[in-house]
Nanobody, 130 residues
Framework: QVQLVESGGGLVQPGGSLRLSCTAS????????VGWFRQAPGKGREGVGS?????????????LREDAVRGRLTISRDSAKNAVYLQMNSLKPEDTGVYYC??????????????????WGQGTQVTVSS
């Protein structure tokens, strides 16, 4: 059975850290570009970032690219575990939302194209609050 499962979400205080995991079953995740997306309450789903299947390059959404440069967001892959991770540091209340991972065999620099993804996880809730 082909499945993507996110985990690692939860309630965290501002300034805390979380590492979200995206684990695949039924297919080899290393052969797919994996994107992370999030949906805040009452808002549309936005792209967080991705890791390419072609060259392992990571890309980040326009609104979050500076955060990635500062080390607040990092996407990585562990092929042995068939997983991709989203490390989030210095969390802010505005990071609250449901986080989804998605996988596609063809996407690369155009990772933000949500309609093109083959598989989606069910999402994991992240709540940043004191």
């Amino acid at each position: 059975q082909v499945q993507l499962v996110e985990s690692g979400g939860g309630l965290v205080q501002p300034g805390g850290s979380l590492r979200l995991s995206c684990t695949a079953s039924g297919f080899t995740l290393a052969s797919y570009t994996v994107g992370w997306f999030r949906q805040a309450p009452g808002k549309g789903r936005e792209g967080v970032g991705s890791i390419s299947r072609w060259d392992e390059n990571t890309y980040y959404g326009d609104a979050l690219r500076e955060d990635a440069v500062r080390g607040r967001l990092t996407i990585s892959r562990d092929s042995a575990k068939n997983a991709v991770y989203l490390q989030m540091n210095s969390l802010k209340p505005e990071d609250t939302g449901v986080y989804y991972c998605a996988a596609d065999r063809e996407l690369d620099w155009n990772w933000w194209n949500q309609d093109e993804y083959d598989y989606w996880g069910q999402g994991t809730q992240v709540t940043v609050s004191s």
